[in-house]
């Protein structure tokens, strides 16, 4: 009986223990997903709440307007306008997403690579911000997308600022231009607070001021149905516009060096003596920075960067010449200061200077005869300056050079800037592994063989002669301000060096500027200008040796092998308050291609300026 009782308790053998361990199984399961609840609902909350804002709510960029750019007179030489363009939400686009981005190409007349690419890259980066995929539509394609739009979700019309210069090519090789910041651009962290897809300065004052004239980028945050269609707005941020850029720069002058220099390719460069602000500066050919911000094909930008002309690079900042008899001066104050000549007595020109078993010619072929420093830089006798440079030698020659502000950049606001080269003995060894030949400081005193300048070092370098040995560094940005007017940047006169030569040599060497204008024999009488005396000196630099072109035309010689002319200088001559240089390329002579330019420019700057501006004072140590 007993035995029959106990089968009757437990008919299924083990069946405590199946019931223990399933009960087991169900308390972890039940363990496993409380444990999940509580990570999703706590430790995670705030990443899937984002994520299920995220599939209703959306950030709609508002690009800040960039900064103005104003000459020294407050005309806006480059503003901002509104544009249309079209933008769209990566993950609000359809599974199909490239069918559809294909139909909108197609509506638009666009090519949809491009298209493609962006979306994909706001795709990986950030999926539920706008991505600008078209720009610069017109009415008609405004109208078009406007009358298709539920064609496509996710697509949204934008207005954003297109930067716009309304002097076209005027001072565009001052202002820069503008694009699309680049992926290597973006990792560079050099453009702070940057995204993919902003607008960046690119060259020039665009790129160096961007940081303040860029601002700061608004948006909405947008409630969107499950089409990706915007039904409320939740908030705005609203953009910050970026600050503006007062220049030193006076677009008339500026103007007015352009068209005087029409097609030629050169560079000019005027720059005010007292303050050393910079009033034009100039380089052709140009480009339009217009151009630039409509988004360049790649055929375009081949076009532009393969073009033998170079365009886009500033001649007066970075082109590199050489300066011919306008280094004169810089021989005349060497020779002075060392002793090696005395300005009174004469030294005999007939053409041609015998020095080992080489004859330096002079470019007069018949000679000047009897030259006295005066008379050696009225007539720019290259005899006479031989002579001065082999007896001063080329450490003095090189030592006042430094001391006069060549062979160094600057300092310009501006960037890409190079500084040229005044040669030394110390520097031939070094670069080319060869001893410094007597010859070569020949050549070196009339500004040829390896002396190389830029225009803006050689305006500078007659500000410098103007201010009787004071260098000062030239600036382009007089103030920078916020949309309240408050100044954020304000730019200011600098002395750099102050050479060590007295009076009695600038004398010396001012008077003779001065009687190249003025005097009936002077090589720069192109450049006079009725009462409103000019000193300076005209320069003729050779590209390359002309032995096989002697006796013949101008026109015969070909383009490429033809002098570079030169004019630098100073008004008025008594009381300086402006200079300039300017170089034409392949123009010939100086006397005849970059004179008149010289004296048109000043002529349009007296123009400008009242008579009584001109009251006889000669600048002295201190900026003014």
Known sequence: MSSISQDSRNPIPGIERKIAVTMGLIALTFLFLIINFWKLQVLQHSKYQSLADNNRIRLVDMPATRG????????????SSPNYSLAVIPRDMDRARDKELEALAKLLDREPEDI????RTGMSVAPYRTVLVMENLDDREVALFDAEKDRFPGAVLLVTPRRFYPFGT??????????????????????????KGDVIGE??????????????????????????REINILGITEPIPGANAILTIDIRLQKEMEDALGEKHGAGVLIDIGTGEVLAMVSRPGFDPNEFSLRLTWERWDEIVNDPSHPLQSRALRGVYPPGSTFKVVTAVAALMEEAIDPDKTLVCSGGYRFGRRTYRDWKAGGHGEVDLHR????????????AGERAGIDALSRWAFSLGLGKKTGIDLP???????????????VRNMPWFPGETLSAAIGQGFVLVTPLQLANLYVTVARRGTVITPFLVKRIENVLGDALYTGKPAISMESEVPDEVWDRVIAGLTGVVADDHGTGRAARITGFPVAGKTGTAQVVGLEGWQGKKKEEIPLEFRDHAWFAGFAPAEAPRVAAAVIVEHGGHGASAAAPIVARIFRKYLELNTVADFVPEVPGDTVQ
């Open 68 to 79: 103005i750019i104003k000459d020294r007179n407050g005309v806006i030489i480059a503003d």
């Open 203 to 228: 060259l020039a004052l665009e790129k160096l001021y961007d940081e303040y004239l860029r601002g700061r980028d608004g948006g909405r945050q947008v409630e969107v149905d499950a089409r990706g």
């Open 116 to 119: 493609f690419d962006r979306v």
């Open 376 to 387: 050696g830089i009225v007539e720019s006798c290259d005899v006479y300056f031989y002579q």
């Open 416 to 430: 890409g800037e190079v500084s040229g080269l005044i040669p030394t003995p110390e520097w031939k060894n070094r």
């Open 170 to 195: 005027t001072a565009s090789h001052l202002l820069g231009y503008v694009g699309e910041i680049s992926s290597e651009q973006l990792a560079s962290g050099e453009f702070k607070g940057a995204r």
